[in-house]
């Protein structure tokens, strides 16, 4: 498939295109192979702007692994609050404990022992050996994918892991030894900027004399790429209630599965978004003590928010508990609103705030 001719014009172009058009971003600014890992996993699924003030942040808070390590998980979650995908925290703070246990905080240069860490898959080894270390390795994210599809016109579906090795090999023979990091980030940046999922540059690109697809008028054709599943619908009513102090109940979320770790108001699973969430409310808190005395108001307004396999639709019920001692157990607590700023709260609960009139 690919010649010497055509895999030196391939760099050249490329790497000229790079050095006169790559965004300056702060990552960019390092060699420092914590950094570049941390900026990895924040760019996973989330906006370059996005991520910019949470990587700035987040290296500010933690500039150095051994920081990281030790810092309580509740702080790591509260410094990545609203960048959603929570279980890249986790991993990534599993991971640079176990950088810190095993290697001496000394990020692994090693392919092998690198994808042995936590958290750590192909494309991010990839991206920290050829970035922090210059090593020619590749790394395949959704953008190298797309713009490798339509220059080669590849018709393999990109959701297989077999796919994802198709692209390696070809990354083999196009990475330069002795510029990996570069051409590694003119890939991606070319992805981001010129060809784009549904309106690509053609005429703005570097690559577009050798782009196979731009020939036959079929660019949006490619990546090839099977359907997603539609996400399940699940259905909840977040329960906001106050004493007569003004305090709010809240409680955390086990320390396993979606959100783990993350506080919330009670959130009460319903069998459908028809069930009356007011009757949700009632049931579980007198199954709770019947002594209690509340009163309840339900909120007309909703919050829907999207996972990547889930649709949540939360009703809201807010109430004032007027008489008896409620106790949820010792993952709950009563605190003022003002502290809540303290806890990390997941973004659709940070919704339920907004519409309740709650300051976050």
């Not at 987040?58 to 609203?82: C, D, N, Y």
Request: glycine share 4%.
């Amino acid at each position: 498939m690919l010649n010497a001719e055509m895999i030196t014009g391939f760099q050249e172009h490329l790497l000229h295109w790079y050095r006169k058009n790559h965004r300056d971003l702060p990552w960019r600014r390092t060699s420092n192979p914590y950094y570049i890992w941390v900026s990895e996993v924040m760019l996973q699924q989330t906006q370059v702007d996005t991520v910019i003030p949470y990587y700035e942040e987040f290296i500010s808070r933690f500039p150095t692994m051994h920081e990281l390590a030790r810092a309580p998980q509740e702080e790591v979650l509260k410094r990545w609050e609203g960048l959603g995908y929570y279980s890249r925290a986790r991993n990534l703070q599993s991971g640079v404990q176990e950088v810190v246990e095993k290697y001496n905080a000394k990020v692994p240069e090693n392919k092998k022992d690198l994808l042995s860490v936590k958290g750590v898959g192909p494309y991010t080894a990839g991206a920290i050996l050829s970035i922090a270390y210059q090593k020619p390795e590749p790394a395949v994210d959704g953008n190298v994918m797309r713009v490798l599809s339509r220059i080669f016109l590849i018709d393999e579906d990109i959701t297989k892991v077999k796919t994802r090795q198709t692209f390696e090999t070809i990354l083999y023979d196009l990475i330069p030894e002795m510029e990996a990091s570069a051409f590694n980030q003119a890939l991606m940046e070319i992805g981001a900027l010129i060809c784009k999922p549904k309106g690509p540059i053609c005429e703005e690109c570097p690559l577009a004399h050798l782009c196979r697809s731009k020939a036959e008028g079929t660019q949006l054709h490619y990546p090839v790429k099977k359907k997603k599943m539609k996400p399940k619908d699940e259905a909840f009513v977040a329960v906001v209630l106050k004493d007569t102090q003004e305090k709010l109940l809240i409680q955390k979320r086990p320390e396993k599965g979606l959100l783990a770790n993350f506080w919330e108001f009670p959130l009460l699973e319903m069998s459908d978004t028809q069930e009356d969430p007011l009757k949700v409310v009632k049931s579980y808190f007198n199954k709770k003590n019947h002594d209690l005395i509340i009163e309840w108001t339900k909120s007309e307004q909703t919050v829907t928010h999207t996972f990547s396999h889930l649709k949540w639709h939360v009703n809201i019920v807010v109430g004032t508990l007027r008489e008896g001692t409620l106790n949820l157990g010792k993952m709950s607590q009563w605190i003022s609103e003002k502290a809540l700023k303290e806890y990390p709260f997941p973004v659709p609960q940070q919704k339920v705030m907004s519409i309740v009139g709650i300051d976050y």
